[in-house]
């Protein structure tokens, strides 16, 4: 009776065991999946599907089936870019790319444009004045001449079947790639990178199947990631369909010699404009831009009316012309005596005048009666003065108008004192 219990015992137990075992390992699954993620609702690609054909001219005829998720947000469609521009040792290559269209859902054809900048044809799919949402499917075909790389001992393929340019996540990524049936299936090698631009990650698996090569990779790609596949035939397999070589404009003939035109002008016009023109500005300065030498420096002359064989000063014009002597007419008097020689005025600050008694040097006509006394005056202490020194000499100037008065008297100018009585003769 007690060995029964004890069996019944340890059978509960078991069971309890088993029973906390999967209890464990379903929490275990549960929480693996809850940690992958989802993009049911955010945009995504769900899945990217290539196949390309591998002709036997060379050629490749590829069709991209891609299963797009817009989600709740409102599109006018996807872009594609595709690189048709390698560079294989020292030269540059580019591919040539044709017989593109474009359907969505089945076969429905959808507008597109098409740029091609830098080696890069970029197709913007979608009608500009339509928004779609939800999830649709795009085909795309084209044509590759080339594609192909040739080498001594194979033929390769070697592409990038999603570029790294989406901007959403991918969940599902394929290429399925064709070649001619004469090819040995032995001989066929795959070989896959993913991740971002030039990667050698390699999380994706390879299937050489008859006259085909599955290619499929094992994780979801993010944002920027793509997957780039590598599909050795043997040399021969297929006919050499080489690509055009790029050649950039300047390195054309044409460009050579433009290159070197433009060299050339650009250092005449440097040489012209740096020094020709500057000589000749000198050239020109010294030849025509210079006040010709006339020897003495020139000196203005005045001559007031003739009296007796003798000319009036423009003290005594002035007070001829106006019958008044005034004090005006007497700074005339001292600017002829510079004139002439016996005064040299200095402007040394702004409005700061100063005179210099210049007589004995000077080789003018002898000085009149009252151009002594003016001369008197205002060098009265000392042969160099400041004009704003010079203070009270109004009285001086007073008796050197009566005296220019006088002289126009002695000239019978007036027949009486004009300070009087202003009769003209």
Request: hydrophobic residues 40%.
């Amino acid at each position: 009776m007690m060995l029964k219990l004890r069996r019944t015992i340890l059978k509960l137990g078991s069971v309890c065991m088993l029973l906390l075992c999967v209890l464990a390992y379903s929490s275990h699954v549960s929480a693996y999946i809850n940690t992958e993620p989802t993009y049911s609702n955010v945009e995504h690609i769900e899945a990217y599907d290539v196949d390309i054909d591998i002709q036997s001219d060379g050629r490749l005829i590829i069709v991209e089936k891609i299963d797009y998720d817009f989600a709740q947000l409102q599109r006018h469609g996807i872009r594609r870019w595709i690189p048709l521009r390698f560079k294989d040792a020292s030269k540059t290559l580019d591919m040539d790319m044709t017989d593109i269209a474009v359907s969505i859902d089945g076969g429905s054809k959808v507008p597109f444009t098409q740029t091609l900048k830098d080696g890069i044809r970029e197709l913007k799919i979608g009608n500009p004045d339509k928004t779609i949402t939800g999830k649709h499917t795009y085909e795309i075909r084209y044509n590759i001449a080339g594609g192909m790389r040739y080498f001594n001992d194979h033929d390769e393929l070697y592409w990038d079947v999603i570029g790294q340019n989406w901007e959403v996540p991918i969940v599902s990524a394929a290429a399925h790639i064709r070649y001619p049936n004469r090819v040995d299936t032995q001989l066929v090698e795959g070989e896959c990178f993913t991740g971002v631009e030039n990667t050698t990650q390699k999380e994706c698996g390879v299937v050489v199947n008859g006259d085909q090569v599955d290619i499929k990779a094992s994780r979801i790609l993010q944002t920027a990631e793509g997957m780039t596949i590598v599909v050795g035939l043997p040399a021969g397999s297929v006919a050499k369909l080489l690509p055009k070589e790029y050649v950039p404009f300047f390195s054309t003939p044409f460009g050579k010699f433009l290159t070197i035109l433009l060299l050339v002008v650009a250092g005449i016009a440097a040489v012209v404009w740096y020094v020709v023109y500057p000589a000749w500005i000198i050239i020109r300065w010294y030849r025509y831009g210079r006040d010709p030498d006339v020897g003495v420096d020139p000196t203005a002359y005045f001559d007031g009316p003739s009296v007796r064989a003798a000319h009036l000063s423009p003290a005594e014009t002035g007070g001829l012309i106006d019958e008044k002597v005034d004090r005006r007419d007497l700074f005339g008097a001292l600017i002829d005596l510079a004139r002439r020689g016996y005064v040299n005025i200095e402007e040394r600050e702004k409005k700061d005048f100063f005179l210099t008694n210049m007589s004995s040097t000077a080789k003018g006509k002898k000085l009149k009666d009252f151009e002594q006394e003016l001369m008197s005056v205002f060098f009265e202490k000392g042969n160099e003065v400041r004009m704003k020194d010079i203070k009270d000499i109004a009285p001086k100037l007073a008796a050197i108008e009566q005296k220019i008065y006088a002289r126009l008297m002695k000239y019978e100018l007036f027949v009486k004192d004009p300070q009087k009585c202003a009769i003209f003769m």
